[in-house]
């Protein structure tokens, strides 16, 4: 086990509508980054927090949004859901400040009907 | 663009035998690879990783070998178990983690 949480740990969605999905990370680290992973494939990089500010972003349209508190812990909210958001979504939590090593959650699996 | 791919999307091996799984890479800036192993649902799971400046990492049972001439990124499991059994992912660290498409390693008892 990682330590890292997530929660729910599935969801039902329809098209148009909002969802946030939660994340805790691993006790010390200060780095959440969160990826999207369709059926077959490998996860594909949404965007990285550290420290509260976003450090970098993948190839996802604005609709996909997120935060980190204090303690660490993140969100991620995609508006306007649309089908193909279907997918597994994990976060992986690290240390930027020592290493760079990421540690993932068991994920979110989001089904948008 | 740049991508990480892998060669096979599937490898069977016998119970005991040596796997090895294959990775190509195209960016070559990058500077930090890393292993993950991905069961039916769970998320990945961290194996070994391996930096530019090596060409060989052991762990234990597993071995990562780095061949940056031509971009290419192999795990090898020695005596391969049936827990071993798993989807296998490659990734590359330059700035932002990429992963290819992955490898599903069967083991027959």
């Known amino acids: 086990e990682t330590g890292v949480t997530q929660s729910p740990t599935h969801l039902i969605k329809t098209r148009g509508q909002q969802v946030t999905l939660r994340c805790s990370s691993q006790?010390?680290?200060?780095?959440v980054s969160w990826y999207q992973q369709a059926l077959g494939q490998g996860p594909q990089f949404i965007f990285q927090?550290?420290?509260?500010?976003?450090?970098g972003r993948g190839n996802f349209p604005p609709r996909f949004s997120g935060l980190q508190f204090p303690n660490y812990s993140s969100e991620l909210n995609v508006n306007a859901l649309e089908l193909d958001d279907s997918a597994l979504y994990l976060c992986?939590?690290?240390?930027?400040?020592?290493?760079?090593?990421?540690?993932f959650g068991p994920g979110t699996r989001l089904l948008v009907l | 663009g740049e991508s990480v791919g892998l060669h096979l999307p599937t490898l069977s091996v016998q119970e005991g035998d040596n796997s090895i799984i294959n990775c190509a890479y195209s960016?070559?800036?990058?500077?930090?690879f890393i292993w993950y192993k991905q069961e039916s649902g769970k998320g990945p799971q961290f194996i070994i990783d391996?930096?530019?400046?090596?060409d060989k990492r052991q762990g234990q049972r597993v071995t990562v070998l780095l061949n940056k001439t031509v971009k290419h990124l192999s795990l090898q499991i020695a005596a391969t178990q049936p827990g071993d059994s798993a989807v296998y992912f490659c990734?590359?660290?330059?700035?932002?983690?990429?992963f290819g498409a992955g490898t599903r390693l069967t083991v027959k008892p």
């Open positions: 992986a939590s690290s240390s930027l400040d020592t290493d760079e090593t990421q540690y």
């Open positions: 006790s010390g680290h200060n780095t």
């Open positions: 927090y550290y420290r509260e500010e976003e450090n």
């Open positions: 960016n070559s800036a990058s500077d930090y």
């Open positions: 391996i930096r530019s400046n090596m």
């Open positions: 990734a590359e660290n330059n700035n932002d983690m990429r």
